[in-house]
């Protein structure tokens, strides 16, 4: 199992980790703040011992880092990982748009049904199961997010089984949800969104969220 520093210091930037298995050029450490693919969201971008991290792939309740030919590392070898915090930062604050989107959606349209989500470092996407456009509901959608972002309320992220690796999110007064991402500590965090429609086939409608210009780091 690699324990993922990321849930608990998804801040960290870098960290001193020490390699556990080799099979060619795929890598497991003991210790990692490099997310993988996972609900939708797409993997950190970084490097491992002076190697770019290729792919990053979870495998139970491990993660699997591919990197070049000809790396030459071994088992017990002490490594560095760094990761690319500009691109963790936008994931997150764009994963936490989303959800709060998602959420918005469910109390707005009860009973729909979520069919998709993508978590991009340019946008995000959540597809929905619908035959009626959603975009008459952005005006109250884009005004409640903001809402929660003027508020700048805690997200409280936590186990709600260790042993499995499950975790959730939950903001006060708004929503719980079972999701294993990265997210940021508040909402103030999030920034502006804005919001366009996609019909991506009959029956399917798609929210696409982007970030406006402003916040940029933590």
Not at 50 to 79: C, F, M, N, W
Not at 141 to 146: F, L
Request: some cysteine.
């Amino acid at each position: 199992m690699t324990h993922k520093i990321f849930w608990s210091a998804p801040y960290q930037t870098e960290l001193d980790t020490v390699i556990t298995h080799l099979d060619g050029d795929q890598v497991q450490v003991a210790d990692t703040i490099f997310f993988a693919f996972s609900g939708g969201q797409e993997s950190d971008a970084g490097t491992l011992g002076g190697h770019p991290v290729l792919t990053a792939e979870k495998r139970d309740l491990s993660i699997v880092y591919t990197l070049p030919a000809g790396h030459g590392l071994q088992v017990g070898d002490a490594v560095k990982m760094n990761i690319d915090w500009e691109r963790r930062y936008r994931l997150m604050r764009l994963h936490f748009a989303a959800e709060m989107v998602l959420q918005l959606v469910y109390q707005l349209r009860p009973g729909i049904e979520r069919i998709g989500a993508h978590i991009a470092a340019d946008k995000a996407r959540v597809d929905f199961a619908s035959e009626t456009s959603l975009a008459p509901l952005f005006g109250e959608i884009e005004a409640a997010t903001q809402r929660l972002v003027a508020a700048g309320l805690p997200i409280v992220t936590a186990f709600s089984d260790e042993q499995a690796g499950r975790r959730y999110w939950e903001v006060e007064g708004f929503a719980r949800m079972a999701c294993g991402g990265t997210h940021p500590r508040t909402t103030a965090e999030v920034g502006k969104i804005r919001l366009k429609r996609k019909n991506t086939g009959k029956g399917k409608e798609r929210i696409e969220i982007m970030l406006d210009a402003g916040l940029q780091t933590a």
